[in-house]
């Protein structure tokens, strides 16, 4: 049963980062990586299964847009549990913003979808963020609790398809603490994206995250923490934040770079009379394959795949 909710996938990470007692060095985040094709999605599950991890593939607004089908999609990641059963994987919507494009996810078979209405006033994010939990517990095809759920508290710098927020406004819209508690208790969400200091795209200088706002987030709530806007975070950075507790860790337009770059590559150095396809797009594919593999061994989750099965039983 490789294709499983993220609350799942997440519950080992989850129970190390509570436990003090647990060495920081055994903690791991799961890693979340964005994709637009099916070649994409296929090289993620293969640089997984390469270091025995488990991971989150992730599809945006606008890779939907492209791609044209959410059913496609999830029949799509359905095939690829076939070929790979051996690597623990969630089919997760991200930053969605429309709660019945959100219904018909859940209806479809991803096993985790993203309400995200940070941008909206703090008791129209709780009404909206728990109605999408409330059906996305009972309305997945997989069955009850078939597909869990994230939500965002805070505001995060940059631009995500549809969502727009610039730097001066997400300084001002860090995650409050203060509000953690009741706002997952009110939800019932399974996983909350936190404001800390890092943002969406490329940095034009290295993100100043705010440790100290983690620290007091983890004691808040037990709930699993994520941590969006992964490209361009230094190493020691990621490291610090997944010893302090964070269960989940996105990446995005680093993952685009390394597919593009491979794929230019590739025409350069093939003959004008060559037109296989495969060979454009296949360099791309083992060149993700290699980039989720690293992106794992950073987190420290590559060999936690029979972790994160047994965690389930």
Known sequence: MPLITMKQIMADSLK??????????????????????????????????????????????????????LELVAYTARGIARQYPEVPFCLHLDHA?????????????????MIDASQEPYEDNVRKSKEIADFAHKHSPLGLNGCSVEAELGMLAGHEDNIHVSEEDAGKAYTDPELVADFVEKTGIDALAVAIGTAHGFYKAAPKIRFDLLEEIR???????????????????????????????????????????????????????????????????????????????????????????????
Not at 24 to 43: C, D, H, L, Q, W
Request: a positive charge; one cysteine or more.
């Open 219 to 313: 004691r808040k709530t037990d709930t699993a923490l994520v941590l969006h806007g992964g490209t361009g975070v230094p190493e020691d950075d990621f490291r610090k934040c997944v010893a302090m507790g964070m269960s989940k860790i996105n990446v995005g337009t680093g993952l685009k770079k390394v597919y593009t770059d491979a794929v230019r590559e590739a025409i350069k150095s093939l003959p004008e009379s060559e037109y296989d396809p495969r060979k454009i797009v296949g360099p791309g594919r083992k060149a993700i394959a290699a980039e989720i593999a690293s992106k794992s061994e950073l987190f420290n989750c590559a060999g936690k795949a029979e972790a994160v099965l047994k965690s389930m039983y």
């Open 16 to 69: 190390k980062a509570l436990d003090p007692s647990v060495d920081t060095k055994e903690r791991y985040a799961v890693g979340a990586f964005n994709f637009s094709t099916i070649p994409e999605m296929v090289g993620i599950v293969e640089g997984a299964r390469e270091v025995k991890s488990p991971v989150i593939l992730m599809l945006s607004l606008g890779a939907l847009k492209y791609i044209g089908s």
């Open 97 to 113: 913003t429309d709660l019945e494009m959100i219904k018909q996810a859940v209806v479809a078979g991803f096993t985790n979808v």
